[in-house]
């Protein structure tokens, strides 16, 4: 089965715009995180929620988190042109050693 | 900011020849992992390593790949005998809390 699936695959906005990406995952977790990737780059940590957080905000980044539905989602409020990137959800199952599912990510255009 | 840093940024092989990548995990952190990302494809888990000893990895982890903590500081992986497949971004994170990522290294295979 497919753990943390993003979408959508792909989102292109306007600066100034407000982005959100979705993840769902299949199995109970520990937290979920979100990763940004600039292409061909690292992963650069966003956030953390845990199984018990609804909500958690950093900075322009919001994220929720609806363990009944299996689901999180990102928003970037006010976006930038340094926004552009690749978004990740990764979860981490109960007793997994916190060994990182990730998926395929969505790619956040943000034009000028 | 504490940091985990990768070296090399980017080695270029050829097949058959061994390759050790190195990472120097957060000095804090206990826990340390290896992952891959061939182009365009997720990334993919490849082992993680606590208290000195593998304690888990995936079946992408066969007897070609070696982890080893030889001091302190270091964390290093070794391809043995590398194949054209092996070509990808291979990073390494390690985990206080949250997981924190290297830069990678981009492993060609040649």
């Known amino acids: 089965s497919q753990q943390g699936e993003e979408d959508p695959q792909a989102l292109s906005i306007q600066e100034g715009e407000n982005a959100t990406m979705n993840c769902s995952y299949k199995?109970?977790?520990?937290?979920l995180q979100w990763y940004r990737q600039n292409s061909g780059r690292g992963l650069v940590h966003l956030i953390l929620i845990r199984s018990n957080e609804r909500e958690k905000h950093s900075g322009r980044l919001r994220v929720t988190l609806d363990t009944s539905k299996k689901s999180s989602s990102l928003l970037i409020t006010a976006s930038r042109a340094a926004d552009t990137a690749s978004y990740f959800c990764?979860?981490?199952?109960?007793?997994?050693?916190?060994?990182?599912?990730f998926g395929k990510g969505t790619l956040l255009t943000v034009n000028p | 900011e504490p940091e985990v840093t990768q070296t090399p940024s980017h080695q270029v092989t050829q097949m058959g020849q061994e390759v050790i990548l190195r990472c120097v995990p957060i000095?804090?952190?206990?826990?340390f992992y290896w992952y891959r990302q061939i182009l365009g494809q997720k990334v993919e888990f490849l082992v993680s390593?606590?208290?000195?000893?593998?304690?888990?990895k995936s079946e992408i982890f066969d007897d070609q790949f070696s982890v080893e903590r030889p001091d302190g500081s270091n964390f290093t992986l070794k391809i043995r005998s590398t194949k054209l497949e092996d070509s990808a971004m291979y990073f390494c994170?390690?985990?206080?809390?949250?997981?924190?990522f290297g830069p990678g290294t981009r492993l060609t295979v040649t």
């Open positions: 199995t109970s977790i520990n937290n």
């Open positions: 990764a979860t981490a199952p109960p007793g997994s050693n916190y060994k990182l599912t």
């Open positions: 390593f606590y208290n000195n000893e593998i304690s888990e």
């Open positions: 000095s804090n952190h206990l826990y």
């Open positions: 994170a390690s985990r206080g809390f949250e997981q924190y």
